[in-house]
């Protein structure tokens, strides 16, 4: 029988997985594919996984995937300047600028211009927009829970927490 001993001091604990890793079988052998132990790749696995079903809600709601992200986004929230709102919702402000017209357009968003600065615009959720994107608000948060079911509260707050430190700018 093999004798256990501690690593010398300042030497890492070969028994123990590289931290990040997955198994020590995994980081040793890479997995079978790069992707199988690749955080990006998991993480965006995740994010389909979690959007797939409910994109068909945003759908048949009539909207966009950009739009619902814009309209959650401005839910509940004071104005925003647009380049904020641009980076809250993943995309490019040329984008979200052009899509915005149409949102005023439909009655769910409106544009000001930010008192502080002549040169940035604010825009705001209208009540129409309020009221577009309330349900779906609600069911976000139900499809949401259904698929986190499986974790304890403890572990929900835990991801959640881990995955805001993750996305903060450095």
Not at 24 to 46: I, P, S, V
């Amino acid at each position: 029988m093999k004798e256990r001993r501690d690593p010398p001091p300042g030497r890492p604990n070969t028994d123990q997985p590289p931290r990040g890793a997955a198994t020590r079988e995994a980081a040793e052998r890479g997995g079978t594919r790069f992707t199988d132990d690749y955080l990006g790749y998991l993480l965006g696995q995740a994010n389909h996984a979690l959007f797939k079903e409910f994109d068909a809600q945003v759908r048949e709601a009539g909207l966009g995937s950009l739009e619902w992200r814009v309209l959650a986004v401005l839910s509940g929230e004071s104005p925003m300047a647009v380049g904020q709102l641009a980076h809250e919702v993943l995309s490019q402000q040329p984008t979200v600028t052009k899509l915005l017209q149409r949102l005023v357009a439909q009655g769910w968003v409106a544009l000001h211009d930010d008192p502080a600065d002549q040169r940035r615009t604010l825009v705001s959720i209208t009540p129409a927009g309020q009221k577009k994107v309330a349900p779906l608000l609600r069911r976000a948060r139900a499809h949401e829970a259904a698929m986190l079911a499986e974790l304890s509260a403890t572990e929900v707050q835990r991801l959640k927490t881990q995955l805001k430190r993750l996305a903060q700018p450095r």
